[in-house]
Nanobody, 125 residues
Framework: VQLQASGGGLVQAGGSLRLSCAASGRTFSRNSMAWFRQAPGRERDFVAGISWSGGSTDYADSVKGRFAIARDNAKNTIYLQMNSLQPEDTAVYYC???????????????????WGQGTQVTVSS
């Protein structure tokens, strides 16, 4: 079972990036999934999450209105569209899937059993 995150890179402030997270080895179509991020010297923080059906989403206050999470269960992939990026968005971004199918969307990282390897996002001022 593998989650492969991609799409990170270097962008100027105000720019956009789209992250992707493709799952392989099993389907996550019944698992809520999320993006977390970790900046140097800081704890890993919840960024955005999406329920297994895609009907519910949740965003950290710091990204609300700028980021959008989506999923394509047919492709076993989730996305994070990031607009109006700021230097404080610089971090390694991780995708994750909860361990229990059909479980509610949550911000608790302890509920996520499957993690991608991370993709670096760097925003220059």
């Amino acid at each position: 079972v593998q989650l492969q995150a991609s799409g990170g890179g270097l962008v100027q402030a105000g720019g956009s990036l789209r992250l992707s997270c493709a799952a392989s080895g099993r389907t996550f179509s019944r698992n809520s999934m999320a993006w977390f991020r970790q900046a140097p010297g800081r704890e890993r923080d919840f960024v955005a999450g999406i329920s297994w059906s895609g009907g519910s989403t949740d965003y950290a206050d710091s990204v609300k209105g700028r980021f959008a999470i989506a999923r394509d269960n047919a492709k076993n992939t989730i996305y994070l569209q990031m607009n109006s990026l700021q230097p404080e968005d610089t971090a390694v971004y991780y995708c994750a899937a909860v361990s229990i199918p059909l479980a509610s969307l949550t911000r608790r990282d302890s509920a996520y059993a499957y993690w991608g390897q991370g993709t670096q996002v760097t925003v220059s001022s």
